[in-house]
């Protein structure tokens, strides 16, 4: 467990909005989960921030983000998408390497320098995991044709268009097992285990569900 000190306020609002993003409810003990606190801390963290207007706790227990929080939850993400974007595209990091890296560096980065960073990357563009800002809602991107690896089709073929990075032991998982943004793969059997068997140009691998549900895929074979 990490020490609550280190989960600053910022954390504890971007995890919400990308949760909210994502079309999920947020409850005290799913943040505790995500950033790996105590109970104990996310209700004095919580208490925090509803006193500084950044969240209101429903009578349901689902915590939900001010427009104040909100704002700051978005600048925060942005941050860090800008920065996986600087480690990637100039300093060349792999994907699989960077997320711990942005969490540290998003909270240190001055006005100044994220001027410069929007000057030098653009808007708008992706971030070595495929995503953008905010996560997108799994309706959207159902829309799109897009499927996560584990609804994936058998005896289709698909390409990886992003990851879900909260948790950077599975992008080094994923990675191990030789899948990443832009990987070509073909789906073998969905098993009854929930596992799913699929066929990389590397050789053959299993994946669990949690793996699975991380891996957003469109068909085809093309890059
Ligand atoms: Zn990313």
């Given at each position: 467990?990490?020490?609550?000190?280190?989960?600053?306020?910022?954390?504890y609002?971007?995890?919400?909005?990308?949760?909210?993003?994502?079309?999920?409810?947020?409850?005290p003990a799913?943040?505790?989960?995500?950033?790996?606190?105590?109970?104990?801390?996310?209700?004095?963290?919580?208490k925090?921030?509803?006193?500084d207007?950044?969240?209101?706790?429903g009578?349901?227990?689902i915590?939900?983000?001010t427009?104040?929080?909100?704002?700051t939850?978005?600048?925060?993400?942005?941050?860090?998408h800008?920065?996986?974007?600087?480690?990637?595209?100039?300093?060349?990091?792999e994907w699989?390497?960077i997320?711990?890296?942005?969490?540290?560096?998003e909270?240190?980065?001055?006005?100044?320098?994220?001027?410069?960073?929007?000057?030098?990357?653009?808007?708008?563009g992706?971030?070595?995991?495929?995503?953008?800002?905010?996560?997108?809602?799994?309706?959207?991107?159902k829309?799109?044709?897009?499927?996560?690896?584990?609804?994936?089709?058998?005896?289709?073929h698909?390409?990886?268009?992003?990851?879900?990075e909260?948790?950077?032991?599975?992008?080094?998982?994923l990675?191990?097992?030789?899948?990443?943004?832009?990987k070509?793969?073909?789906?073998?059997?969905q098993?009854?285990?929930?596992?799913?068997?699929?066929?990389?140009?590397?050789?053959?691998?299993?994946?669990?569900?949690?793996a699975?549900?991380?891996?957003?895929?469109?068909?085809?074979?093309?890059?």
């Open positions: 467990m990490k020490d609550s000190i280190a989960v600053s306020k910022e954390n609002l971007k995890a919400i909005l990308e949760a909210d993003a994502e079309g999920r409810q947020v409850f799913t943040l505790a989960h995500w950033l790996e606190v105590s109970a104990p801390a996310v209700t004095m963290a919580l925090r921030l509803k006193r207007g950044y969240v209101e706790v009578a349901d227990g915590v939900r983000l427009e104040k929080g909100r704002e939850a978005y600048h925060t993400a942005l941050r860090h800008l920065i996986e974007r600087m480690l990637s595209e100039i300093f060349g990091m699989y390497e997320h711990e890296e942005a969490e540290r560096l909270h240190a980065v001055s006005p100044a320098f994220e001027a410069k960073l929007r000057e030098r990357l653009g808007e708008g992706a971030c070595p995991h495929g995503n953008a800002v905010l996560p997108e809602n799994p309706a959207e991107r829309c799109r044709g897009e499927v996560p690896l584990s609804e994936a089709l058998p005896g289709q698909y390409v990886v268009t992003s990851l879900q909260r948790d950077p032991q599975l992008l080094l998982f990675h191990r097992n030789g899948i990443g943004p832009s070509q793969l073909c789906v073998l059997s098993n009854y285990d929930q596992t799913v068997s699929i066929q990389l140009h590397g050789g053959d691998s299993i994946l669990g569900r949690p699975a549900e991380a891996v957003w895929l469109r068909p085809g074979t093309d890059k």
